[in-house]
């Protein structure tokens, strides 16, 4: 069973930063068979796109409200992808997912990823 989960949340002042984690795992499931990405969601919203990188780390996509505040990474070897977020403003709040994608790049939607984890939870006081 494909598991992951995600950890590095937090209350955080404004301007403030944080480095999330999303650990990987399953009897043989491997991250670098799979572009990854995270997705944030807020009390009322939707689901959206926060930034993605494909299957080696060779390319990276970000929502514009994150570009040059948010840098998404991945370590194959470790089966774990991470999302270091700087500069964090109080509508960065939310619960942060990771994401798997086998087939489809670049991520754009939730509905292109197949595993999902569980979330952890970023708030940002102003």
């Known amino acids: 069973q494909v598991q992951l989960v995600e950890s590095g949340g937090g209350l955080v002042q404004a301007g403030g930063s944080l480095r999330l984690s999303c650990a990987a795992s399953?009897?043989?499931?491997?991250?670098?068979?799979?572009?990854m990405a995270w997705f944030r969601q807020a009390p009322g919203k939707e689901r959206e796109f926060v930034a993605a990188?494909?299957?080696?780390?060779?390319?990276?996509s970000y929502t514009d409200s994150v570009k040059g505040r948010f840098t998404i990474s991945r370590d194959n070897a470790k089966n774990t992808i991470y999302l270091q977020v700087n500069n964090l403003k109080p509508e960065d709040t939310a619960v942060y997912y990771c994401?798997?994608?086998?087939?489809?790049?670049?991520?754009?939607?939730?509905?292109?990823?197949?595993?999902w984890g569980q979330g952890t939870q970023v708030t940002v006081s102003s």
């Open positions: 399953g009897r043989t499931f491997s991250i670098s068979n799979y572009a």
């Open positions: 994401a798997a994608d086998r087939l489809a790049w670049p991520i754009t939607k939730a509905t292109m990823c197949d595993y």
């Open positions: 990188i494909s299957w080696r780390g060779s390319s990276t």
